[in-house]
C-alpha cells in the first residue's frame, strides 16, 4: 500500500470519518450494473478495488469493520496536475 494512502486511513481513523471520497471517475463503471457486493442491488459503482458496491453500503461496511481497507476514499487531488484554470 502506497505511504500515502496508509497516511490517509490513518487519519481518516482519527477522525472517526466513515464517509468515502469516490470522486474520480473511476468508481464508475459505464458498462453497466453489476450486482453489489454488500447489499445485491445493481449499481454502476465500484470500489478501488473494482468490486460493484454503493457508496452509501461501504460507507456503512466501514462502520460495521472499523479499521478495516476494503473500502478506501480517493487521495486528496493534486491540484497542481490537475488544475489548468
Ligand atoms: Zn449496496
Keep these: 500500500m502506497p ?5 490517509l486511513i490513518a487519519r481518516r481513523r482519527a477522525q472517526g470519518s466513515r464517509l468515502l471520497v469516490w ?3 473511476s468508481h464508475y463503471d459505464h ?10 442491488r445493481p449499481t454502476p459503482l ?3 478495488r473494482r468490486e460493484p458496491a454503493h ?4 460507507e456503512q461496511w466501514l462502520t460495521d469493520h472499523p479499521g478495516d481497507d ?10 497542481s496536475a490537475d488544475d489548468h484554470a
Design 46 to 48: 465500484r470500489s478501488h
Design 31 to 40: 458498462r453497466g450494473e453489476r450486482p453489489c457486493v454488500l447489499c445485491g
Design 23 to 25: 470522486r474520480d471517475a
Design 70 to 79: 476494503r473500502f478506501l476514499s480517493d487521495p486528496p487531488a493534486r491540484r
Design 3 to 7: 505511504a500515502d494512502l496508509a497516511d
Design 55 to 58: 457508496k452509501t453500503c461501504a
